[in-house]
């Protein structure tokens, strides 16, 4: 014992020795040798990070991985008044980090919903984007926004060509035909496009677990393959130790069909869980939460009290149902539990007091649009699109549970190390 110690001191004497030696000098005389060497020793030690930037656009997604030597953007969504914000968090993150040269390895796009493609122009005019992902569905209310990408002259604002992949879930299935009994077998699709990352000290995994279809899975009704948020792809980034799951608007249809795919493989066990559709009432299922387990949950959605159309107030985001299935599914508590706001869409309207629910379809309810609120107090609101009208009313939740939404605390952060110790981090509590 006493012979270790000594050999560690003399280990730690020329190590000192040594890194006093090597310590960088400036022009005023030598740096603080306490200084230079913790800088050195923790740039060698530091265990590789990934952080998950779930960037606050209001309604929609938008999510950056950042690696140590490159970034990734899966979804460039957000609603007209806030989609501007990811293009200032993108840049200040590029002059924070310059050794990036403000390019994006790779620009995921799960399915074309406007939320999801708002800024998908400004993105590629502001930026480098080296690819792009996206589902081969060719409609939907963000299309004409990701349309150029698809049928344009195949040059990007700056004439560089553009590299574009579209994954059917068709590719995903003949690759697991041919690799059955093989350890990649549903190990979902891989490609330079999807996965273009590989840092010297890390190798992060990208993978799309299902894409765009051109038939309906058995069981699926018309309207749920007319729906473009079941052909969203799921992407799942492994890091080390720590998994990531997107599921984009994947809805109860989508979700099922995944969870059945890859039901018996650990592939959707995962740590991180980007919460499908906006933490809406169909974007969640019990089901999923079984197969992920998820550590902590993160929604991206307008703030609780933006109250103009197309946001998450309209839509009923979060959902009260979701969160309570995040809440009981997700493991890590929080330090103090909090108090969120919450919705319950399609209350109906005939008989409050059950606080019973009506069908997730908007209620065509035409001639009870504009009636005066039931009398539930200030929490309770009425509003119109158009001919379509839906209840909705506005709760509390408490939550225990690492469970995070840009529109209760703005941006959030989510850090992981190969070890797959995760640190969430919060750009304002403030909102509530
Ligand atoms: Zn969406
Ligand atoms: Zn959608």
Same mark, same amino acid.
């Given at each position: 014992?006493?012979?270790? #110690?000594?050999?560690?001191?003399?280990?730690?004497?020329? /190590?000192?020795?040594?890194?006093?030696?090597?310590?960088?000098?400036?022009?005023?005389?030598?740096?603080?040798?306490?200084?230079?060497?913790?800088?050195?020793?923790?740039?060698?030690?530091?265990?590789? %990070?990934?952080?998950?930037?779930?960037?606050?656009?209001?309604?929609?997604?938008?999510?950056?991985?950042?690696?140590?030597? /490159?970034?990734?953007?899966?979804?460039?969504?957000?609603? +007209?008044? &806030?989609?501007?914000?990811?293009?200032?968090?993108?840049?200040?993150?590029?002059?924070? *980090?310059? &050794?990036?040269?403000?390019?994006?390895?790779?620009?995921?796009? @799960?399915?074309? =919903?406007?939320?999801?493609?708002?800024?998908?122009?400004?993105?590629?005019?502001?930026?480098?984007?080296? $690819?792009?992902?996206?589902?081969?569905?060719?409609?939907?209310?963000?299309?004409? %926004?990701?349309?150029?990408?698809?049928?344009?002259?195949?040059?990007?604002?700056?004439?560089?060509?553009?590299?574009?992949?579209?994954?059917?879930?068709?590719?995903?299935?003949?690759?697991?035909?041919?690799?059955?009994?093989?350890?990649?077998?549903?190990?979902?699709?891989?490609?330079?496009?999807?996965?273009?990352?590989?840092?010297?000290?890390?190798?992060?995994?990208?993978?799309?677990?299902?894409?765009? *279809?051109?038939?309906?899975?058995?069981?699926?009704?018309?309207?749920?393959?007319?729906?473009?948020?079941? =052909?969203?792809?799921?992407?799942?980034?492994?890091?080390?130790?720590?998994?990531?799951?997107?599921?984009?608007?994947?809805?109860? +249809? /989508?979700?099922?069909?995944?969870?059945?795919?890859?039901?018996?493989?650990?592939?959707?066990?995962?740590?991180?869980? !980007?919460?499908? !559709?906006?933490?809406? *009432?169909?974007? #969640?299922? %019990?089901?999923?939460?079984?197969?992920? #387990?998820?550590?902590?949950?993160?929604?991206?959605?307008? $703030?609780?009290?933006?109250?103009?159309?197309?946001? /998450?107030?309209?839509?009923? =985001?979060?959902?009260?149902?979701?969160?309570?299935?995040?809440?009981?599914? @997700?493991?890590?508590?929080?330090?103090?539990?909090?108090?969120?706001?919450?919705?319950?869409?399609?209350?109906?309207?005939?008989?409050?007091?059950?606080?019973?629910?009506?069908?997730?379809?908007?209620?065509?309810?035409?001639?009870?649009?504009?009636?005066?609120?039931?009398?539930?107090?200030?929490?309770?609101?009425? =509003?119109?699109?158009?001919?379509?009208?839906? %209840?909705?009313?506005?709760?509390?939740?408490?939550?225990?549970?690492?469970?995070?939404?840009?529109?209760?605390?703005?941006?959030?952060?989510?850090?992981?190390?190969?070890?797959?110790?995760?640190?969430?981090?919060?750009?304002?509590?403030? &909102?509530?």
């Amino acid at each position: 014992m006493k012979r270790f #110690t000594l050999l560690l001191l003399v280990v730690t004497a020329a /190590g000192l020795w040594a890194c006093w030696q090597a310590a960088p000098r400036y022009q005023g005389g030598m740096l603080p040798r306490s200084v230079a060497c913790a800088a050195e020793a923790s740039a060698k030690n530091e265990s590789p %990070k990934m952080v998950v930037h779930f960037i606050d656009v209001g309604q929609g997604d938008a999510a950056l991985l950042e690696f140590p030597c /490159g970034v990734v953007l899966i979804d460039a969504g957000g609603d +007209a008044k &806030n989609g501007r914000k990811l293009v200032a968090y993108l840049a200040k993150f590029f002059s924070d *980090r310059p &050794n990036l040269n403000k390019t994006l390895k790779s620009a995921i796009v @799960t399915h074309p =919903h406007i939320d999801h493609t708002q800024m998908v122009k400004e993105i590629a005019e502001a930026f480098a984007v080296e $690819r792009w992902v996206m589902n081969g569905q060719h409609h939907g209310s963000g299309w004409y %926004k990701v349309r150029w990408l698809v049928e344009g002259e195949k040059k990007d604002p700056h004439g560089r060509p553009v590299v574009l992949q579209e994954v059917l879930n068709d590719d995903i299935e003949n690759l697991d035909a041919n690799r059955k009994g093989k350890p990649d077998y549903k190990s979902g699709l891989a490609s330079e496009n999807i996965d273009p990352v590989k840092c010297a000290r890390c190798d992060p995994i990208i993978r799309v677990l299902c894409g765009g *279809r051109t038939d309906a899975p058995k069981g699926w009704k018309d309207t749920e393959f007319d729906n473009v948020n079941n =052909h969203s792809m799921a992407v799942r980034v492994q890091f080390g130790k720590a998994m990531v799951l997107f599921t984009g608007d994947l809805e109860t +249809a /989508g979700i099922k069909s995944l969870v059945e795919y890859y039901g018996d493989q650990s592939i959707l066990d995962v740590d991180v869980y !980007h919460v499908g !559709h906006h933490g809406s *009432r169909n974007g #969640t299922t %019990k089901e999923l939460m079984d197969a992920m #387990t998820p550590k902590v949950s993160v929604i991206s959605m307008s $703030r609780w009290d933006d109250n103009r159309p197309h946001t /998450g107030w309209a839509y009923g =985001h979060p959902h009260q149902d979701a969160v309570r299935l995040l809440e009981a599914g @997700t493991i890590m508590a929080r330090p103090a539990e909090v108090v969120e706001k919450v919705f319950l869409k399609g209350l109906n309207p005939d008989k409050p007091e059950e606080q019973r629910y009506v069908p997730m379809t908007i209620k065509k309810l035409s001639q009870n649009c504009g009636t005066p609120a039931l009398g539930r107090g200030k929490d309770e609101k009425m =509003h119109s699109r158009g001919r379509l009208c839906h %209840k909705l009313a506005r709760s509390e939740i408490v939550s225990k549970k690492q469970i995070y939404a840009t529109g209760w605390g703005g941006d959030v952060r989510i850090s992981v190390d190969l070890a797959g110790r995760l640190n969430a981090e919060e750009a304002s509590a403030a &909102n509530n």
